[in-house]
């Protein structure tokens, strides 16, 4: 059974930084989150494969950016320049290979508020 154990979410005032972190119970292609906000579908942040090729959404672009240490399974979200709009619960995922499902993470709430 995969697990994957989140942490880093929390309260930051606009214009502030976090960092979420997503260790996995094993190695995947591809790795990333995902958000939900109140009343919205989730969305994807930003997916990075085991060879380093990212991808993100274009309201992210600039401001965020996924990572991962494939030694520890574990992908990372540093994210900057915070805006109120960026409050939802993230979501880690992770797919074992290019295309088919995958696993999703408990989520972690990220709330922008001053």
């Known amino acids: 059974q995969v697990q994957l154990v989140e942490s880093g979410g929390g309260l930051v005032q606009p214009g502030g930084s976090l960092r979420l972190s997503c260790a996995a119970s094993?190695?995947?292609?591809?790795m990333g989150w995902y958000r939900q906000a109140p009343g919205k579908q989730r969305e994807l942040v930003a997916t990075?494969?085991?060879?380093?090729?990212?991808n993100y959404a274009d309201s992210v672009k600039g401001r965020f950016t996924v990572s991962r240490d494939n030694a520890k399974n574990t992908v990372y979200l540093q994210m900057i320049s915070l805006k109120p709009e960026d409050t939802a619960v993230y979501s880690c995922y992770v797919r074992k290979y290019l295309s088919g499902g995958g696993y999703w993470g408990q989520g972690t709430q990220v709330t922008v508020s001053s």
């Open positions: 094993g190695s995947f292609y591809v």
């Open positions: 990075i494969t085991s060879s380093g090729t990212t």
